[in-house]
C-alpha cells in the first residue's frame, strides 16, 4: 500500500482568476498532474488547492477507470479546498472547519477581524486498505504567504509585516489544534490497533510548534530511542515519517531557493510500525525533485504546468 499526500497548485478550469488562462494551459497542467499520480499509483492520496471540484473530477477521468474522489465542503475565500483520490471505495467519516472546544477565534488583522474556523476544511475518509480498514484526514494549514489589506503581497513596513506574521501564526497554530482535535476522535485512544493518518500541507517544518502540535505526546519519535518501547502514549500519538525520507530528499518545496518540508504524513501507532519506505517526489528515485523556487507573489505562475510542490509519500507491508 502506498499512501500519498500532495499540494496540486491552484487546480482550477480555464476562466478562473488564479488558474490556467486557456484551455491549452488547462490540459497541460492536468496532463503534467496525472503523469506523476500515474507513476506514484497511491492508494490514497490526499490532495491540496483544489480550486474547482470539476478540475478533480477531470484529473480522475484522465487518470483513468475506477478512480474515486471525495472533497471537503469548506472552501477557503478562493475556492480552494482539500480533498481525496483513491482507486477504492471512499466512505466520509468528517468534513469539518470547527476551532475545538474552550479555543477562543484568533485575531486576523489590524482591524480587530477574527478567525472563528479553519480557513480550509480538514476531511477525513474510510477505505479498505489491503491490511484492512484505513482512516485518513487531509488538511491544509494556514499559509506562512503573508498577505496584508488591499491585496497586497508586499508590507508598508517591517512593523506591518511582523503583525501579520503573528496573525497568520496565530491562525495556523489554531487550525493545528483543530486538526488534532479531529485525530483524537479518529483514534479514539486506539492507536495501538487502528491504522490512522493525517496528511497534508501543514505549511510548516518538522520542528515547527504548528506541527508538533500535532504529535501528541513526545519521547516516542522516529529514530529516537525511545522509538521501539511501548508505553501509554503510543494509544494516541502520531508519527511524522519524515525522518524516513533520504535526507538528500527531505522537502516538499522550493521558497526562495531555501528546501523545505512542509508536506507530510503523520501515522498512528499500528500503522507506523508497517511503513517500510517514505520519500518525496516518485518511489525509485535517487535524486531530489526538481522544483521551481517560488517568492512572495502566487500569481507569478498561474497557469504553469505540474505543481510547485512535489509529493510526498509512504509506504507499507501488510
Known sequence: MLLGTWNLENLYRPGSPYGPKDKSAYEAKLAALASVIGALDPTLLGVQEVGDPGALEDLAELLGVNWRVALSAHPDGRGIRVGFLARTELTVVSDTAALPARLDPVQTDDSGGTATGAGRGFLAVTVQAPAGPLTAAVAHLKSKLLTYPGDRFYPHDEGERARYGAYALFRRAAEAAALRALADELLAGQGRSRDVAVLGDLNDEVQAATTQILLGPPGSELGSTGYDHADKGDAVRLWDTAPRI???????????????LIDHILLSHHLVHRLTEAGTGLPGTTAPPSLPSVGE???????????????????FGD
Open 246 to 260: 533520504p535526507a538528500e530528499q527531505r522537502y516538499s518545496r522550493v521558497d526562495s531557493g531555501r528546501h523545505e
Open 297 to 315: 507573489d502566487p500569481a507569478e505562475r498561474r497557469g504553469a504546468p505540474g505543481s510547485d510542490h512535489a509529493p510526498v509519500w509512504a509506504r
